[in-house]
């Protein structure tokens, strides 16, 4: 089911039953991932293009969400220009364990290019002093406390998603 809110930068892909609030699909085989799991293992397939072309390959992976070969996957619906990118972005979500064969798939669509990214890596571009988080500050023309209360909001946002295990500040032990 494309999910499409006009006040949403992304527009998403998910299973219909997920929308309703029935299904979680960051999950491995039916089962849901603990926070540990997904810190080691979710990621995504990148996949740049432009809206329109996004949208069309939408289209295209929405039969394969629905049927649960792919878990989800979000789009940019207009390109952002603080990132310099030229683009927009595509995240197709999966567990590392599935990666290759949510890699056929794409790839039977016409997909060439290869980027996978850890969601932990994104993450941690997201975190004060990360990578995306500092190029957002700056593209926007942030005075410096703007900028440092938007790290803070940052910094609070991810330790609320794992404040089970607070795995992101404490570095995943292998």
Not at 67 to 76: E, N, R, T, W
Not at 107 to 132: N, V
Not at 140 to 162: D, I, P, T, V
Request: glycine letters at 6%; hydrophobic letters at 35%; aromatic letters at 14%.
């Amino acid at each position: 089911m494309i999910v499409n809110n006009p006040t949403s930068h992304f527009i998403f892909v998910f299973p219909k039953d997920h929308v309703n609030g029935e299904y979680n699909y960051i999950n491995y085989k039916g089962k849901p991932l603990t926070n540990r799991e997904y810190l080691q293992n979710w990621g995504k397939w990148l996949i740049f293009g432009s809206p329109e072309e996004l949208g069309k390959l939408a289209e295209k992976l929405d039969p394969f969400i629905e049927a649960k070969k792919i878990p989800a996957a979000k789009y940019d619906r207009e390109i952002i220009e603080e990132f310099e990118l030229g683009e927009c972005v595509m995240c197709v979500y999966c567990d590392l364990r599935q990666r290759d064969e949510i890699w056929e798939i794409l790839a039977s669509l016409g997909i060439e290019d290869k980027a996978w990214a850890y969601e932990r890596e994104t993450m941690e571009r997201w975190l004060p002093g990360g990578h995306l988080l500092e190029k957002w500050i700056k593209g926007r023309g942030m005075s410096a406390e703007q900028a440092e209360q938007f790290r803070l909001y940052a910094k609070e946002k991810f330790r609320r998603m794992f404040e089970d295990e607070d795995a992101i500040f404490r570095g995943i032990e292998q």
